[in-house]
């Protein structure tokens, strides 16, 4: 099992990066906010879960051990493999897995590619009483269902999990303390923050 890796970025592209260890590069699979925060030429120290396969070896990296940790965990669930995993990942950061899994949100789940109903279902039966869900956030999430519309309609739009997630906050804590934004209007904000982070 290797549990990070520690080197020079050598290369990047969309999907990898190939890490420079000892004078070995070791090509790391990663999500695209993974990918966002890497640099050419500079260290990098990933948390790592290596998949074995009789034809294959595959390291995935991650930012944290939070992220590595709910990677393997995810594939305990039935007909979730690395790569459903880690597209779960790509779109959702894991406190969003854990409070989905946790109040059945399956619409939440199946806007991950490969991730229909029935495999919604099937990861919050199997996966609720080890996912470490407190009582806490699914009653945080349910009293704001705002949140929930907005998310979607910014993933709709192909905006990826974590920006959407980010943009969500930023206007949640601009709120006036038990105010509940209209949808299209809370909608609105977030993708004005968007615009505005990206200049």
Same mark, same amino acid.
């Given at each position: 099992?290797?549990?990070?890796?520690?080197?020079?970025?050598?290369?990047?592209?969309?999907?990898?990066?190939?890490?420079?260890?000892?004078?070995?590069?070791?090509?790391?699979?990663?999500?695209?906010?993974?990918?966002?925060?890497? @640099?050419?030429?500079?260290?990098?120290?990933?948390?790592?879960?290596?998949?074995?396969?009789?034809?294959?070896?595959?390291?995935?990296?991650?930012?944290?051990?939070?992220?590595?940790?709910?990677?393997?965990?995810?594939?305990?669930?039935?007909?979730?493999?690395?790569?459903?995993?880690?597209?779960?990942?790509?779109?959702?950061?894991?406190?969003?897995? @854990?409070?989905?899994?946790?109040?059945?949100?399956?619409?939440?789940?199946?806007?991950?590619?490969?991730?229909?109903?029935?495999?919604?279902?099937?990861?919050?039966?199997?996966?609720?009483? @080890?996912?470490?869900?407190?009582?806490?956030?699914?009653?945080?999430?349910?009293?704001?269902?705002? @949140?929930?519309?907005?998310?979607?309609?910014?993933?709709?739009?192909?905006?990826?999990?974590?920006?959407?997630?980010?943009?969500?906050?930023?206007v949640a804590v601009a709120l006036a303390p038990g105010e509940t934004p209209d949808t299209?209007t809370a909608l609105r904000d977030a993708l004005r923050t968007l615009s505005k982070a990206?200049?």
């Amino acid at each position: 099992m290797i549990a990070h890796v520690r080197g020079e970025v050598a290369t990047l592209t969309l999907t990898s990066a190939v890490i420079d260890v000892g004078g070995v590069g070791l090509q790391v699979l990663c999500t695209p906010s993974t990918i966002a925060g890497l @640099r050419l030429g500079t260290e990098v120290q990933l948390s790592t879960s290596m998949v074995v396969r009789e034809d294959s070896l595959t390291v995935f990296g991650f930012a944290d051990t939070d992220e590595r940790d709910m990677f393997e965990l995810l594939q305990t669930a039935s007909g979730v493999g690395p790569k459903v995993a880690q597209a779960m990942l790509a779109v959702l950061d894991p406190d969003r897995i @854990r409070a989905a899994v946790g109040q059945s949100d399956f619409s939440t789940l199946t806007n991950v590619p490969g991730i229909g109903r029935k495999g919604a279902e099937r990861i919050c039966i199997e996966l609720r009483d @080890r996912i470490g869900v407190t009582t806490t956030v699914a009653a945080g999430a349910a009293a704001q269902p705002w @949140r929930d519309q907005v998310l979607e309609a910014m993933l709709g739009l192909g905006i990826p999990g974590r920006d959407a997630d980010k943009a969500v906050e930023t206007v949640a804590v601009a709120l006036a303390p038990g105010e509940t934004p209209d949808t299209s209007t809370a909608l609105r904000d977030a993708l004005r923050t968007l615009s505005k982070a990206s200049r």
